[in-house]
Nanobody, 124 residues
Framework: HVQLVESGGGSVQAGGSLRLSCVAYAYDGYCMGWFRQVPGLEREGVAAVGRDGNTFYAEHVKGRFTISQGNAENTLYLQMNSLKPEDTAMYYC?????????????????????WGRGTQVTVS
């Protein structure tokens, strides 16, 4: 049973930075990603990385966010720079048994099998 545990959220002023971390236990899939959700809105993809190292980003975070994997493949990071108030959301780590984009787009939540509980990011 895959378990994902996020950390690193918090409150920061606009223009600041945060680094989110995710540890995946018992994970042996092909794609991991970060999603975010604001109450009342749908969960949206932020970034994803495949086991082959290919990365994917939502347009509104390109150039500001960087997704990466740790030396151990079961760790995932999201470096967030130049944060804006509209980046405020609950951020979720997600893992898929399939390659990024298989059967849909990389940012389709239903293509991810396992989810963390989320970590709150607040930008003021």
């Amino acid at each position: 049973h895959v378990q994902l545990v996020e950390s690193g959220g918090g409150s920061v002023q606009a223009g600041g930075s945060l680094r989110l971390s995710c540890v995946a236990y018992a994970y042996d899939g092909y794609c991991m990603g970060w999603f975010r959700q604001v109450p009342g809105l749908e969960r949206e993809g932020v970034a994803a990385v495949g086991r082959d190292g290919n990365t994917f980003y939502a347009e509104h975070v390109k150039g500001r966010f960087t997704i990466s994997q740790g030396n151990a493949e079961n760790t995932l990071y999201l470096q967030m720079n130049s944060l804006k108030p509209e980046d405020t959301a609950m951020y979720y780590c997600a893992a898929s048994r399939f390659r990024c984009g298989y059967g849909g787009t990389w940012y389709t939540p239903s293509r991810f099998n396992d989810w963390g509980r989320g970590t709150q990011v607040t930008v003021s």
